[in-house]
């Protein structure tokens, strides 16, 4: 064969030479973009606060004295939480994943039809993953009357409300992929035991459903301002102070970023809007550094016309938007949520009335968490057998109370028992007292506002605890000699432990 024309053999080298040249700009290309987020990470500040989660601290080669062994995957966490330009690529994937497969990129945010939005830690309610127990209802409820006995024994008014999920109220925009269960809820199943009791809960399902228009945002877990005002109105309703009213009609709106919203896009998030009432504005923090709803414990002094009394209000995020009208309405508001709640007499002393709301998927907070007040005392009219078994007993001090808790032995006792502590002075004086009945939390990991989110985890209780508080006088633990648990009514109770404390 002959030899190709030198000009030929000039264009393959050329050509083999721009193919180079691409496959190193390619290779160069794909070096530094993939190393672009660990160079800049220094000099790019990202925001997540959106993502409402405590990011990963930078990694310590020592730890207590010691060598730590997890470095590598602490360094890995680090770098996942604070890479650079993290919020444009966490953004862009869920913007495609979104628009394209209708899923999500991240495993908080259920995306729903019609650009609705849910939070992923409700699927255990929607799908009847959580079931409690009736032990555990019967727990949650004998706590809440303990609540509402102590508050309204002083005086003072109180209310008690559980904000529905948004998918228990408008499940109609839910992916198909997540079904629904038609069996009753936990909030099903309690709000009638609550009425029975005599409790003064309102059921908010019944008014929402009551409404044509949509009161919780779309992309957002709340319910909006007006939702909030609707609340408010039949909250104050129940209430003593005769808190301030708000007209219906709002002036203008404004721009809400939704939370699940501000979760998938952390940079793009669409406000939604939102109708105001100026009114609700009536209100100035006087908590020294506290400028936001946000934060977990303050006091509000309210300026609308007629405001007037005194609120101490339990509440978790969904009182972001309800706590305006009453901080407006009352000349003077706490507003906490930290839990256990603190109901002593302290803070009692600030309330002429008391809120209580909680949201759906923490209903069993009043059960595994409740309060500090102090027990109430109760006349034992007559005391049967006594019942043997492994019901153990601790007591401590914490601030001015006395805590006697345990576990009740489920053979010594029935669901239906109250628990009483009978405390014995050293004058051979008895004094008997309702405990709190306490369910035990599962194993799980905590959310933003410290409580367990328990999606797809399997929920597996024990229902026996509980727990009195007796305030102390200045002798302190030292008056009382012994101690024993009852079980029973106040009719009649059986013993059930016995310890000595001197």
């Keep these: 064969m002959g030899m190709a024309p030198k000009h030929l053999k000039e264009a393959a080298r050329q050509e083999t030479d721009v193919n180079r040249m691409m496959a190193l700009v390619f290779v160069v290309g794909f070096f530094v973009l993939a190393l672009a987020p660990l160079v800049f990470m220094p000099f790019v500040q990202e925001d997540v606060s959106a993502e409402k989660r405590e990011l990963a601290a930078a990694p310590s080669i020592v730890v207590d004295g010691r060598p730590n062994i997890n470095v590598l995957s602490d360094t890995g966490d680090y770098f996942v939480d604070h890479f650079a330009f993290r919020g444009a690529l966490v953004d862009l994937d869920a913007t495609i994943k979104q628009r394209l497969f209708m899923t999500s990129s991240t495993k908080n945010v259920v995306v729903g039809n019609d650009g609705w939005l849910y939070y992923a830690g409700t699927l255990n309610d929607y799908q009847r993953r959580n079931e ?146 100026p009114l ?25 016309p007629g405001a007037n009394g005194r609120l101490v209000m339990y509440r978790d995020s969904f009182g972001n938007n309800l706590l305006p009208y009453f901080a407006s309405a009352y000349q003077q508001a706490k507003f906490t949520k930290l839990v256990p709640y603190d109901m002593g007499p302290s803070t009692m002393a600030e309330a002429d009335d008391v809120v209580v709301e909680r949201a759906e998927r923490h209903l069993d907070l009043f059960a595994t968490k409740p309060p500090y007040l102090p027990s109430p005392q109760r006349s034992i009219e007559s005391l049967g057998d006594p019942r043997g078994g492994a019901t153990d007993v601790h007591v401590s001090k914490n601030g001015p109370y006395l805590v006697v808790e345990g576990t009740i032995d489920s053979a010594c006792a029935s669901e239906e028992d109250g628990i009483f502590v009978e405390l014995t002075d050293v004058d051979g004086v008895p004094t008997s007292f309702e405990a709190f009945h306490v369910s035990e939390e599962n194993d799980a990991t905590e959310d933003s506002e410290g409580q367990k989110d328990t999606q797809n985890e399997s929920v597996t209780r024990g229902d026996w605890g509980y727990r009195a508080l007796v305030l102390l006088d200045e002798r302190g633990p030292s008056k009382y000699a012994s101690v024993r648990i009852l079980v029973g009514s106040v009719g009649q109770v059986h013993e059930v432990a016995a310890a000595r404390l001197v």
């Design 132 to 277: 409690m127990s009736e032990h555990e209802l019967r727990n949650i409820v004998a706590n809440v009357g303990l609540m509402q006995e102590y508050v309204m024994g002083q005086g003072k008014g109180f209310v008690f409300a559980i904000a529905p999920n948004k998918n228990t109220l408008y499940p109609q925009h839910m992916p198909y992929y997540e079904m629904a269960v038609t069996s009753p809820s936990n909030l099903d199943r309690v709000m009638p035991m609550l009425m029975e009791r005599g409790i003064q809960a309102v059921d908010l399902r019944e008014a929402f459903a009551a409404r044509d228009d949509v009161l919780y945002y779309a992309r957002d877990s709340h319910w909006n301002s007006e939702g909030a005002l609707l609340v408010y109105r039949l909250l104050s309703s129940k209430l003593l102070s005769s808190p301030a009213p708000y007209p219906d009609q709002s002036e203008g709106t404004s721009g809400h970023v939704g939370d699940v919203d501000a979760m998938l896009h952390p940079q793009t998030a669409q406000p939604e809007d939102d109708p105001h009432w």
């Design 280 to 304: 609700a504005d009536s209100f100035s923090f006087s908590t020294e550094g506290v400028t936001s709803v946000e934060a977990d414990n303050f006091t509000t002094m309210g300026s609308a």
